[in-house]
């Protein structure tokens, strides 16, 4: 029961440090501005590339906050551990085991804390292979650690002995168990960090995840009731206690830089930090020989993980290489990557719902719920009493994540449809989603409403546009179109806006429009009462056919200026210059 007095003291420590941090060092803050458009949560301005293009890099001032969360997270679990190792007096093998997993803790923290330096200093963050590198090696080192020091880490163990074949060459074979051990601790530990870093890019998200899943590995581990497992039980405790610490400094909030709400976060804790959590949750897996439980206690940082590897670092080059895009096809032009069937808007996934226009803070806390549920089933998965208990809770994380996957391509699509109207005919407004309902039920959500009624609809076809799923920018131009051609010229330029450049260079005649629309909000004399001939198809680029095109319409005067009614929720889509992966950094 004493173990569980570092659980306060990591608290304490871990809340008391960050607040000492962001007292020191409050200007510590990313220099790092990305190409392309991202979430408005992000800075918008431009930073420079390197510090000879500024007095005082660290001084930029920007809408992120101080990469110091680390410098209370790290310090004050190892510290909490230390405190109670003497207090519960170790044994010498437990001080080893001690220091071994606070080597690489601090090993995975030191290689963020040079990640969040050059971003602060530099502008620039380390490059991804030099990340994975140092990476590497702190995972090889832990492993080596492993085999050198603590015996029992030389003897092979279950399910890999199970395996037929294998399980003789570790019995019979002198070297094959130390190396299989040494990828195996790799392995682990780059993707566990990794996909901890690849979470933490909205407030409270990624800490509020290692929580549950810290808490977890520490149910399971004291259940053994085994000496032995003292200090990865210590570690466990301290890590949740450190990161509840931290949470108050980075309290998620409905902020996202578009709208008038507080944000609560303080600081994040950077790479460092995530890193340094990633880390040693994978090396209390690795000495508590339940890494492959990592798969369903860390199902949601699997999750994230595969979403940026599958969708940003192999689908996206694959299109890119193999896919032909009937519809642009007659183009000499280059096309982004985000006209392609991929999964998500943005990954990593919890990019994807954000750029859905979800409410930040509900979704944090959804990520949380799922987190929780699912480091729930993976502690019922090892400590139910029957075998088919066991395999049926593990499926069922697994249809759990699959769900989460699958609503990617849900909600990815949009389409164009109407909500009541008090003023007669119905509104145009944008979804995502599909256009049904189940058992009364809707499987859509309403993104915004438009003061554009269905009467700017002039033919079949036009009409045919309506309940039909379409990718973001083709509704949006629709949708600008319909605005455009019923005079709200403003607010078609607003949803034109919304597509990024390269994907407006695809569609000209929306550009062409664009242009023309600027020019019009922007004449100091407007009195012009006819609009020009055209379609909805003739603007997104097909060729109309006489029955397509529509005569001059005369627009009252009146009709012009009203402003617009509803939502304001925006969906800036990451550029298609950069793959998806990129957008991991954004706090």
């Known amino acids: 029961m004493f173990q569980l007095l570092v659980v306060p003291s990591a608290f304490l420590l871990s809340f008391l440090l960050c607040g000492l941090a962001l007292k020191i060092a409050p200007r510590f803050r990313s220099g790092e501005r990305k190409e392309g458009v991202f979430s408005a949560g992000q800075s918008l301005h431009d930073h420079p590339k390197n510090s000879s293009q500024v007095k005082n890099p660290s001084a930029i001032q920007s809408k992120e906050l101080p990469l110091i969360g680390s410098y209370g ?24 085991q001690s220091g071994i997993i606070t080597g690489g803790f601090i090993g995975f923290w030191l290689v963020g804390l040079l990640d969040d330096w050059k971003k602060v200093r530099l502008g620039e963050g380390i490059r991804e292979r030099t990340k994975f590198l140092g990476v590497a090696i702190v995972s090889l080192a832990f492993g080596g650690s492993e085999l050198y020091f603590i015996p029992n880490s030389r003897i092979a163990y279950s399910p890999y002995i199970d395996i037929p074949g294998l399980g003789s060459l570790f019995h019979h074979t002198e070297f094959v168990w ?49 000496a032995q497992y003292n200090p990865i039980i210590l570690f466990s405790l301290a890590m949740a206690g450190g990161v509840l610490g931290y949470l108050p400094w980075n309290w998620p909030s409905a902020w996202n830089g578009r709208n008038s709400a507080k944000r609560l976060a303080k600081m994040i804790m950077g790479d460092s930090g995530s890193l340094a959590l990633g880390g040693l949750l994978a090396m209390i897996a690795i000495v508590d020989r339940q890494e ?132 007669g005919n119905a509104n145009l407004a944008l979804f995502y989603g599909f256009p049904y ?27 045919d546009v309506l309940w039909s799923r379409m990718n973001v920018y083709d509704a949006r131009a629709a949708l600008g179109f319909f605005c455009y051609r019923a005079g709200y010229y403003a607010l078609a330029r607003e949803e034109w806006e919304r597509i990024p450049k390269r994907n407006l260079e695809v569609r000209p005649q929306i550009k062409q429009l664009l242009s023309e629309a600027r020019r019009k909000l922007t004449a100091e004399d407007f009195t012009e009462d006819w609009l020009p001939e055209g379609s909805l198809e003739s603007a997104v680029g097909a060729e109309p056919s006489p029955a397509d095109t529509f005569p001059m319409m005369r627009i009252p005067q009146n009709f012009r200026t009203k402003p617009r009614l509803g939502n304001d929720t925006e969906d800036i889509i990451p550029s298609e210059d950069i793959l998806p992966l990129s957008a991991t950094e954004d706090a």
């Open 292 to 423: 492959l439980l990592l798969l369903f206690i860390g199902g949601a940082f699997v999750l994230e993980g595969m979403s940026a590897v599958i969708q940003g670092r192999f689908l996206v080059k694959f299109f890119r290489r193999f896919l032909k895009v009937e519809r642009f096809s007659d183009l000499n032009m280059w096309y982004p990557h985000t006209e392609f069937p991929l999964p998500f808007l943005a990954t990593p996934l919890h990019h994807h719902f954000d750029l859905l226009g979800w409410d930040r803070r509900r979704l944090v806390y959804s990520a949380w719920l799922i987190g929780a549920s699912m480091a729930t089933i993976g502690v019922l998965s090892v400590i139910a009493p029957f075998t088919w208990e066991r395999y049926f809770l593990r499926i069922l994380v697994v249809f759990i994540a699959i769900a989460l996957w699958q609503m990617g391509g849900m909600t990815r699509k949009y389409f164009i449809g109407v909500v009541p109207s008090a003023h």
């Open 437 to 463: 309902k189940l058992f009364n039920k809707p499987m859509y959500a309403l993104v915004e409403k438009l003061e554009v009624t269905t009467g700017s609809i002039a033919s079949p076809p036009e009409r």
């Open 178 to 226: 130390p190396i299989f051990f040494l990828l195996l601790a790799f392995g682990v530990l780059s993707t566990t960090s990794l996909a901890v870093d690849f979470s933490d890019g909205l407030d409270g998200l990624a800490g509020g995840l290692v929580f549950p899943a810290a808490i977890a590995y520490a149910i399971i581990t004291i259940n053994y009731q085994l």
């Open 73 to 96: 997270l790290v310090p004050g679990t190892i510290i909490a551990v230390a405190g109670l190792g003497f207090f519960l007096q170790f044994s010498l093998d437990d001080w080893i």
